[in-house]
């Protein structure tokens, strides 16, 4: 999977570690660190006069490398301290910072540029009441907020806010992404990030979904190769019709319809059949659910195939177990609602629950929100890059169903075809506009596709 890496507290720390165990010290990677922090901050900021806030532990110490590189390129630096530095690495880019450093308190005047380096991945508990306020005073202050690593304020596993932190303008990760950069409520706040490699070898099991890798055309393929998408429709036509026209601008290479009412408006080339085979081999992927109301018979009649299933609204709602889902190859496309009604009420933040749903039902899981993921049963986590808020409109979910099925007709595995359909989903909506429907969402994946 393409995408830059994720990890979470441990497993950062378990990269860490492993890369001092290999020879390169703590003091190297804070060093490659800071290095990376001042860089970004000229480019994003220019030599404007810089104001960085530094914490006691090592996020703090980022702070004062990327001091001694600014000041030593020509850039106003100012540094206020909250307490001294507590490690030893902190300690020694403490010490080869030559500049003065000021406490941080009432009297102190905000720059054009604020960096905040007074915590990262160590945070585990709200921020002294006095070291917010000056945080958000002098945020407010400045043009441009910086933040090393994490917004300080912010759970890194989690993306909880432990009280309300500013709205940064860019955020500078190191090694990995982190969950926070990517979970609601904190990604807002981290604004655009920016990964910088300081020579950790971080995994790819969990990632920020970059764009698909979708299998070439077969030269001597026809529709069937290509992939058939089998919609079943329920009691609303609307749902399953978007659902159909989103797989077929997603390049399925035939998608039909069983349904006993003529839906209207549909494409040609979309077929609309009166019966139900579901023991037809070339079927590539069955898509039910979407629209489909209260008949449970339809979702029934769609785990009796062999085929790989995308199952989506009613169709969750109306499993009631997840192990139904077992050996299934399905991609379930729940909203937190749907979510709670199959799995309950699970334990653990957005993406361990995702990961946990996705263990018991066997069943990839596109956890659908404003920070939709994708989990699959072998512990890999997608995390989809921001994307437009307009998304949040009636129908956009059986678009993402759509291609999803798509996808999976297409021929890739279910956790490749699910991150591919959030990708596509994310950018298509980013080319309709803010003010398009869901018609026209499906309209634009087109123009999503021609971005690969
Ligand atoms: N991952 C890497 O390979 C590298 C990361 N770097 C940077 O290091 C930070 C993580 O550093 P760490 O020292 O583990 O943690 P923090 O700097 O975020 O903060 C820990 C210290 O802050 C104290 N603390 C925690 N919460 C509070 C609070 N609310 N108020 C006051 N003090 C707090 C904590 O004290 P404890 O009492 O909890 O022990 C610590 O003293 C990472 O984010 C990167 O920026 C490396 O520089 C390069 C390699
Ligand atoms: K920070």
């Excluded at 190297?28 to 990376?36: Q, S």
């Excluded at 090694?175 to 604004?191: E, N």
């Excluded at 499993?319 to 190859?329: A, F, I, S, T, V």
């Amino acid at each position: 999977m393409s995408g830059r890496p994720i990890l979470a507290t441990q497993a950062m720390r378990a990269a860490e570690q492993a890369a001092i165990d290999g020879g390169t010290p703590i003091e190297t990677l804070m060093e490659r660190a800071g290095a990376a922090l001042a860089e970004a901050i000229i480019r994003y900021a220019g030599p404007q006069p810089t104001l960085l806030l530094c914490g006691p532990g090592n996020n703090g110490g980022d702070g004062y490398v990327a001091a001694r590189h600014l000041a030593g390129r020509g850039v106003p630096v100012r540094v206020a301290a909250i307490a001294e530095p507590t490690t030893d690495a902190a300690k020694a880019a403490r010490a080869a910072y030559e500049g003065a450093v000021e406490p941080l308190g009432d009297s102190m005047a905000p720059a054009k540029v604020m960096v905040d380096c007074l915590f990262g991945t160590g945070l585990k508990r709200p921020l002294d009441g006095d070291v917010h306020a000056q945080l958000v005073r002098l945020g407010e202050a400045a043009g441009l907020r910086i933040a090393c690593d994490l917004p300080s304020g912010v759970d890194s596993d989690s993306g909880a806010l432990f009280g309300p932190v500013p709205n940064f303008d860019m955020t500078v990760a190191f090694g990995a992404l982190k969950p926070a950069h990517r979970l609601m409520p904190a990604m807002p706040a981290c604004g655009r990030v920016v990964l910088a490699d300081i020579g950790i070898d971080t995994g790819t099991d969990w990632v920020e979904i970059g764009p698909p890798q979708l299998p070439g055309l077969d030269p001597a393929g026809h529709k069937y190769t290509r992939g058939l998408v089998h919609c079943l429709a329920g009691k609303m036509p609307g749902a399953i019709a978007l659902a159909a026209m989103a797989a077929a601008r997603s390049g399925a290479g035939y998608v039909r319809i069983s349904t006993s009412r003529p839906i209207d408006g549909l494409p040609a080339a979309i077929a609309q059949i009166d019966t139900a085979d579901m023991s037809d081999e070339r079927i590539g992927c069955i898509l039910v659910g979407s629209g489909m109301g209260d008949i449970p018979q339809v979702l029934t009649l769609a785990l009796t195939s062999k085929a790989p299933k995308v199952i989506d609204a009613d169709g969750i709602g109306a499993l009631g177990e997840p192990e139904r889902l077992k050996g299934q190859n399905a991609i379930i496309t729940p909203h937190a609602g749907e979510f709670e009604t199959l799995f309950g009420t699970l334990p653990g933040n957005k993406v361990e629950q995702a990961l946990e749903a996705s263990r018991r039902s066997g069943a990839v899981v596109i956890y659908k929100g404003p920070d939709t993921l994708v989990a699959s049963p072998d512990g890999r986590a997608g995390f989809a890059p921001p994307a437009p808020a307009w998304l949040a409109s009636a129908g956009t979910g059986d678009v993402l169903a759509g291609i999803a099925a798509a996808m999976v007709a297409r021929g890739l595995p279910a956790f490749e075809a699910a991150c591919a359909s959030v990708w596509l989903h994310g950018r298509a909506g980013e080319l309709a506009g803010p003010h398009m429907v869901a018609d026209d969402l499906a309209a634009a994946i087109p123009s999503a596709l021609d971005l690969l």
